[in-house]
């Protein structure tokens, strides 16, 4: 092999490698621009996400303020209104038939049920008694007997 050979050949490689290393950095370029696009994306769905919880906070605001206010037939249909509000922007659904009392009474109460959440009549306490016997035999989770003395005696 001559020198003009070697040296033609060594200037092909370079060339392959120069060429590949461009493409390698197109890629690279590419992939950032295609993660900061999604980058973005994301900031973008959870900034319009806290948009929009704050939006629907602030009309269950407006709702329990129309519900607080004046209790008359002329304001019958707007406290309607308001339990509407509350149903679809608080993210609790609210039983027609309680959404009724509200709207008529102009008052959000739990009272008739212990917890206001709970559909048994009983305390959360004896609920969760029973709940952590039938799952795990524990009567509670969080109770250390070995250690509640000294926790008394920390006065």
Same mark, same amino acid.
């Given at each position: ?18 060429? +590949? &290393?461009? +493409? ?7 992939? @950032?621009? *295609? %993660? @900061? ?28 303020? *129309? ?16 339990? %509407? ?23 959000? &109460? ?31 989770? *969080? +109770? ?6 000294? *926790?008394?005696?920390?006065?």
């Amino acid at each position: 092999m001559g020198g003009n050979t070697i040296t033609v050949i060594a200037a092909l490689i370079a060339a392959f490698a120069s060429a +590949y &290393s461009a +493409y390698q950095s197109r890629m690279a370029a590419a992939e @950032s621009a *295609i %993660s @900061s696009a999604n980058s973005n994306t994301q900031i973008a769905e959870m900034q319009k996400a806290t948009t929009d919880r704050q939006s629907d906070i602030e009309l269950v605001k407006l709702a329990l303020n *129309i519900l607080g206010g004046e209790v008359s037939d002329k304001t019958r249909e707007s406290r309607k209104f308001a339990v %509407s509000l509350l149903n679809k922007y608080s993210g609790v659904v609210i039983n027609p038939d309680m959404g009724e009392q509200w709207a008529e009474s102009g008052t959000v &109460s739990f009272s008739s049920k212990p917890l206001g959440l709970s559909s048994r009549n009983e305390p959360l306490q004896d609920i969760l008694k029973e709940y952590f016997k039938q799952n795990s035999g524990i009567v509670n989770p *969080i +109770y250390r007997p070995d250690e509640a003395p000294t *926790i008394l005696n920390n006065d």
